[in-house]
């Protein structure tokens, strides 16, 4: 049975995210056609995605630079220096996630696609997910996650407050032997659900916003969960987000590893 109080509380949340943003805050990136249902992201819709293999530690070891290339005067053109990953990026399993200034601390799951649909899955409500088919951290790529807002009818899951993040909070990854790799948020967006280019998200190179083109030397979380307004689609209160919202930070300091505080799996 439902109570009345969580039936309230849920609106609660529905009404706080329908008032919006603050008016001068940037609006959140947002994922492409997310699914809904009992007020939590389901699936992540990947027509767009690019094809991509998570790199091995030697492969991202021992990766070199792409040749430049000459102008049509035969100028050489001077590449970017690429990312520095670790010598030997660890390839150890993702424990658990820190928001210090949201007061965020959860455990992260592996995830991959939606068995039979081009789909990523969705985490337990309180934990963050990490796609495993793309990088982890220290690879000098983009690793991606997703939590979820709220979920029926009364949990409050780890990105519940994401839009409150601002340029210069930071987010930790923790890893199984300890260390930390240490993003500081720079870029918040708000997408329609089903405008989100995904694929930027993934593989940013060739990112026709200037803003998603993440520079070669540079490694990026994304973060991304449902906002916008609230549609309360069923009897009991239950119902769905309109848009999505993303943060990505940038990589700024890795901590050595040491024994790793565990932290149980949530719902």
Known sequence: MKTSGKLTAMRWFARRVAAGWNGSRVALLVVAA????ASACVSIDLEDEPEQVRQTPEAAATATTAPAQETATATQVTATPPATPEPTPYD??????????LGVEAPIEALGKVPGY??????RPRNV???????KPGFGTNSIYSAHKDWFPDIRGP????????DGDVVVVVMD????????????????????PMADLISPHEAEDPALRRPANEEWVVLITCGGE????NPDGSGY????DVVIAKLVETKPGRTARAVEGGD
Do not use: C
């Open 241 to 244: 987000y309109v848009d999505r």
């Open 92 to 101: 150890g399993e993702l424990a658990l996630m820190r928001i210090p200034s």
């Open 129 to 135: 997910g990490w796609y495993h088919i793309y990088d």
């Open 230 to 233: 609230f549609v309360e689609a």
């Open 177 to 196: 032997d300890g260390r930390e790799y240490i993003y500081e948020v720079f870029l918040q967006r708000r997408y329609i659900a089903g405008e989100v």
């Open 159 to 166: 990105f519940y407050a994401l839009t409150d993040l601002e």
């Open 118 to 123: 081009n789909k990523l899955d969705v985490p």
């Open 34 to 37: 997310l699914a809904l249902t």
